[in-house]
């Protein structure tokens, strides 16, 4: 079992930065690859970004073409916590962000929400204009 808390999301105007975290707990963090997900009001849950490593040190990241460029992924193996930074935003990245993790290895599944095994409860995330 993994438990997953994200956090750090608010208000921010357009332009501005946040950083989620996603703190995990449980089962080997090294045994999951860790995705961010977004859904908005009335929209379908949207695959952001992902990441999985090999080894101690090197590390891959994955993005959405909505997210490139301006998010970055990065995990701190000693906290166990996967962090996305996100630049430049707008009002379109409003919505709730939320932490997963997969036990799945083929990275063409990295985008699909069904491949994933927990979740976590979700930061709302809203960018004023």
């Known amino acids: 079992q993994v438990q997953l808390v994200e956090s750090g999301g608010g208000l921010v105007q357009a332009g501005g930065s946040l950083r989620l975290s996603c703190a995990a707990s449980?089962?080997?963090?090294?045994?999951?690859?860790m995705g961010w997900f977004r859904q908005a009001p009335g929209k379908e849950r949207e695959f952001v970004s992902a990441?999985?490593?090999?080894?101690?040190?090197?590390?891959?990241?994955y993005y959405a073409g909505s997210a490139k460029g301006r998010f970055t992924i990065s995990r701190d193996k000693a906290k166990n916590t996967v962090y996305l930074q996100m630049n430049s935003l707008k009002p379109e990245d409003t919505a709730v962000y939320y932490c997963?993790?997969?036990?799945?290895?083929?990275?063409?599944?990295?985008?699909?929400?069904?491949?994933?095994?927990?979740w976590g409860q979700g930061t709302q995330v809203t960018v004023s204009s």
């Open positions: 449980g089962r080997t963090f090294s045994s999951y690859a």
């Open positions: 990441i999985d490593w090999s080894g101690d040190s090197t590390y891959y990241a």
């Open positions: 997963a993790a997969t036990s799945h290895s083929r990275r063409d599944y990295y985008g699909e929400p069904t491949k994933y095994d927990y």
